[in-house]
């Protein structure tokens, strides 16, 4: 007799697939909500910066807030460029940035370059750990830091100009030194980071390239040139664009908090993001730090766009997209 047909139809291969679709969406649902619920719904904000955002008492919420509120048009965005300070905050917030990134490019690189030819591992381990640790350190602490060295009264500085016999220096009140301080801040404490970026991209390339430039008979800083370097360029790449997209930002903490909100030293000191805090406190005007903060994402935006433009176009393969 014939065997009985096997009735049961096997899955067949789209719901297999939309299966495999569904477990792979459902992996990516928490950082797909996440996202945006505190990136893309907040965005609505964005209207804040064309209207004279007040608080009303009868129904004080958000959205009746902005409901109510009247549309100003730019009005908001004037205040940054028709004030005294608009070129001295503007120059210190982009010229800082182009140095920084500059500096923190060239550094970083030799760093993890150096650290990469440590062979004992202990000594690597760290060198790595302490440079990476004052990235963790908030630029509250790293103010007191700073304080110990430039505080008129007990200050290590200043006890040191006494001692040898020099005219003592106010570091709170003389504005000509602080771009060195600042830029010597924001390495010491941003450049442990970059390096292990660029470390760990270093170590990712393949030994045998190496021992292939060895055999040929390259020596050790050849090896770095020739393969080192070029191997690491799309990380370098990439952070140089995404650095370049915050040009017109710029880090609130080091220029407010380690300089102590001195007066006398906005001249080097003053950028958008402290210019805007002050503002909001003398005039609690909503709309103008929405104004603000739309400026810089643009500007940002615009700077991001155009490097990775430039860099799509020397080499398609180290640019974001």
């Not at 909500?33 to 964005?46: A, S, T």
């Not at 505080?151 to 060195?180: C, I, M, S």
């Not at 001195?262 to 005007?285: K, M, N």
Request: one cysteine or more.
């Amino acid at each position: 007799m014939p065997k009985a047909l096997n009735t049961a139809k096997a899955p067949s291969k789209g719901f297999a697939k939309r299966k495999k679709n569904l477990i792979l969406l459902s992996m990516v649902a928490p950082g797909a909500i996440w996202l945006i619920l505190l990136r893309y719904i907040p965005m609505f904000g964005i209207v804040i910066a064309f209207k004279d955002y007040k608080f009303y008492s009868k129904n004080p919420t958000f959205i009746n807030n902005i409901i109510h509120s009247d549309w100003v048009g730019l009005k908001n965005f004037e205040f940054l460029f028709t004030t005294t300070d608009s070129w001295v905050m503007i120059r210190n917030t982009i010229g800082y940035n182009m140095l920084w990134i500059g500096l923190g490019l060239v550094i970083s690189v030799a760093f993890a370059l150096m650290l990469n030819e440590i062979t004992n591992k202990f000594v690597a381990k760290a060198h790595q750990t302490l440079m990476f640790f004052p990235y963790f350190l908030s630029w509250i602490v790293v103010s007191y830091f700073v304080m110990a060295f430039l505080d008129p009264t007990r200050g290590l500085l200043p006890h040191l100009f006494k001692d040898w016999g020099l005219e003592p220096v106010n570091w709170y009140q003389d504005p000509k030194p602080w771009p060195l301080i600042l830029t010597i801040s924001n390495l010491l404490k941003n450049t442990g980071y970059s390096t292990i970026l660029y470390l760990a991209a270093i170590t990712g390339i393949d030994k045998s390239q190496y021992e292939a430039a060895a055999i040929d008979g390259a020596t050790r800083w050849k090896q770095i040139i020739y393969i080192t370097i070029p191997c690491i360029k799309p990380m370098i790449a990439v952070l140089l664009i995404m650095n370049l997209g915050k040009v017109f930002n710029s880090d609130f903490g080091l220029f407010f908090t380690v300089p102590k909100n001195s007066g006398p030293l906005f001249p080097t000191t003053q950028t958008i993001d402290t210019y805007v805090h002050r503002a909001i406190f003398a005039t609690g005007s909503m709309g103008m730090s929405a104004a603000a903060s739309l400026l810089q994402n643009i500007v940002g935006f615009v700077f991001l766009m155009g490097a990775n433009t430039i860099v799509r176009k020397i080499d398609e393969d180290s640019s974001l997209f």
